[in-house]
């Protein structure tokens, strides 16, 4: 399958709704809401892979952050969220999406990019592992209500 990426901020609404499929938890308003805050934002950037009749197939979404486990160099650019619809999988439209984030990356004088996923989530890992990525550390997160 062929696909093309454009940056995500040429189509909001297709943006705003994928994210709410990666983050169920996030409504549409709230994820409206992130994106129009980061409206010029240089501190990341978000693209959009369209299948070959134009319709949204997935999303990466990038920003710098300050530290990244098993990481040399800080900033660091991070996927925040990396996404393809379920039935366009496995044709190559991750790959693309995570190349354009290298891209972004190499281009803005980066030599690394950190990424994440949940301990059980082992189609993502295995996703990330395709792609070079290289598992640096594996955490259990903590809260406790004061």
């Not at 994106?35 to 299948?51: K, P």
């Not at 996927?79 to 190499?106: C, D, F, H, K, S």
């Amino acid at each position: 399958m062929s696909a093309r990426i454009v940056p995500a901020e040429r189509l909001p609404d297709a943006w705003a709704a994928l994210r709410v499929r990666l983050w169920p938890d996030l409504d549409l308003a709230d994820s409206r809401a992130e994106i129009e805050a980061q409206d010029g934002n240089t501190d990341g950037a978000a693209f959009i892979a369209l299948s070959e009749d134009g319709t949204p197939a997935g999303f990466v979404e990038l920003s710098l952050r300050g530290y990244a486990e098993g990481c040399e160099g800080a900033p660091v650019p991070y996927v925040e969220g990396w996404y393809v619809e379920p039935a366009l999988r496995g044709r190559g439209i991750g790959r693309m999406l995570v190349a354009t984030a290298e891209a972004w990356a190499r281009e803005r004088g980066f030599r690394e990019l950190a990424s994440d996923t949940q301990l059980d989530n082992t189609d993502s890992q295995a996703a990330h592992g395709a792609l070079g990525f290289q598992e640096v550390e594996r955490i259990v997160v903590f809260r406790k209500p004061l």
